[in-house]
């Protein structure tokens, strides 16, 4: 069974990255709710929240916190969602565990109706402002956390 997720894992299939380490990977959400809509996805493949290994859970949440912290401190988002889907009666449709980070702008509503498909220049753009970031984001929260 292919997994869309394991496939950008490998390197199969195309994906914007944000941000990648040797257990975790930060892509732009393809159908965004929100300009930077972020997913963060282990490496690994795990179908849902209560499949995932302790430590696995752990670095992918401390993962999007990070990047919840980036789009606060360094974009100045007024807001931010960070999110998990587990099962389908919670709207999970791709069975790889990810967390979404969905940041929030002034003045503007999300939901189904501004999911939109990601066009190549915001794919662009939002990649420009996020990744030079991305790297410190997460090794601060890291070696915080081993403290
Ligand atoms: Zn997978």
Not at 3 to 16: K, P, Q, V
Not at 42 to 70: C, G, N, R, Y
């Amino acid at each position: 069974m292919s997994c869309t997720f394991c496939e950008i894992a490998r390197g199969e299939r195309d994906a914007y990255k944000v941000y990648e380490d040797d257990d975790t990977l930060v892509i732009l959400d393809i159908y965004p709710v929100s300009k930077g809509h972020l997913l963060v996805i282990p490496k690994e493949h795990h179908e849902a929240i209560e499949d995932m290994p302790a430590t696995l859970l752990k670095k992918v949440w401390l993962v999007a916190s990070a990047m919840a912290k980036l789009y606060r401190k360094e974009l100045r988002a007024p807001g931010v969602n960070v999110l998990n889907n587990s099962g389908r009666a919670a709207g999970q449709i791709i069975f790889h565990f990810h967390v979404h980070v969905i940041p929030r702008w002034e003045g503007q509503e999300i939901g189904k109706h501004t999911r939109h498909h990601l066009q190549d220049d915001e794919a662009r753009d939002v990649v420009a402002s996020v990744k030079p970031f991305a790297s410190k984001y997460v090794s601060e929260l890291l070696s915080s956390s081993m403290k």
